[in-house]
């Protein structure tokens, strides 16, 4: 004779009573694991250290803070910090920008949300900037926009290559017209530095958005992005409703953007710096040769 609800899960105090003491038991503490936002595993956070944020299961890139991303990509104690001093005003008293300034530099350590400065890789001397996703995810702003700018001028000044790692939503809306002039100033001394030969090597990371890709983060002699990082101008919700079609599978990715050949190379994490290290030296080769 068929029971019904023999499938069902038993309900008795005895269990209830279980995962009651469970939950109350001490756990280990939480910040100790992290979970992949792709993949949903959980691993312990120094496993995921060691692997540069890398998902050891799925291989996910997880989004990485610009003081990591120095080290990650620099000779060991070789950085050193150019106009980490520079903060922004409210210049246009935009509602709110203030208090969110100030909680952007609680959460992230940071001044702004670009750190820039001189360094080596691999032995090759070199300006580095990084962007900073906990800071207003990376926006620019004037400050982001002049401490850019500076870097490329002292890097044309002193015949240097820059490497630059992005991560942005794109202009700061809180500054109005001053973030969208970022834009054709850190253009122009990008162009200033090539025309007097300076190499640039950019690696876009996710997501690398607005303003910033179009303007220096795509403007790089060699294009460099990791897997899976969305790049992108305006986002695909606002193309497909301009353009009325459908976006094609994997669309603003950087896999699809190597495909299509705005990306010159996918780079996994781990390889990125030995990478870079071999075009830099290959560049030093040939302004000695020249
Ligand atoms: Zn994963």
């Keep these: 004779m068929l029971r019904k609800g023999i ?27 992290v979970r992949c936002d792709a993949c949903r595993a959980t691993m312990l956070r120094d496993d995921l250290q060691a692997n540069a944020l890398v998902c050891t299961h799925c291989g996910y890139h997880l989004r990485m803070g610009a003081r990591q991303r120095i080290v990650h990509l620099t000779d060991e104690g070789s950085f050193r910090e150019m106009h980490g001093e520079l903060v ?19 959460v992230s350590g940071e001044n702004e949300a670009v750190i820039t ?46 490497v630059g790692c ?48 179009a303007s220096f983060a795509m403007e790089a002699d060699i294009i460099l992005a990791e897997p899976g990082a969305l790049i992108a101008f305006a986002g695909p919700r606002v193309i497909e409703q301009t353009i009325k079609q459908k976006l094609p599978q994997g669309f603003q990715r950087a896999e699809f953007l190597q495909e299509n050949g705005f990306v010159d190379l996918v780079v996994e994490r781990g390889q990125q710096k030995e990478i870079i290290a071999r075009l830099l030296t290959l560049h030093a080769l040939e302004v000695k040769a020249k």
């Design 88 to 106: 922004s005003r409210n210049l246009i008293d935009f509602p709110g920008y203030d208090e969110k300034l100030r909680s952007s530099r609680e």
């Design 117 to 162: 400065g001189i360094a080596t890789i691999a032995g090759n001397p070199c300006c580095v900037f990084a962007m900073e996703p906990n800071f207003m995810m990376g926006s620019m702003g004037s400050v982001v926009g002049e401490k850019i700018t500076r870097l490329f001028e002292y890097a044309r000044q002193e015949c240097l290559p820059v």
């Design 7 to 33: 499938f069902k899960k038993p309900n008795n105090r005895l269990e209830d009573s279980q995962v009651t003491e469970q939950a109350s038991s001490p756990s280990v503490p939480e910040s100790m694991y």
């Design 166 to 213: 992005t991560v942005s939503g794109g202009a700061r809306m809180q500054e109005g017209i001053l973030s969208l002039m970022q834009m054709a100033k850190t253009s122009g001394a990008v162009k200033w530095h090539s025309e007097a030969g300076g190499l640039y090597i950019a690696l876009l990371t996710d997501p690398t958005t607005g303003g910033v890709t």
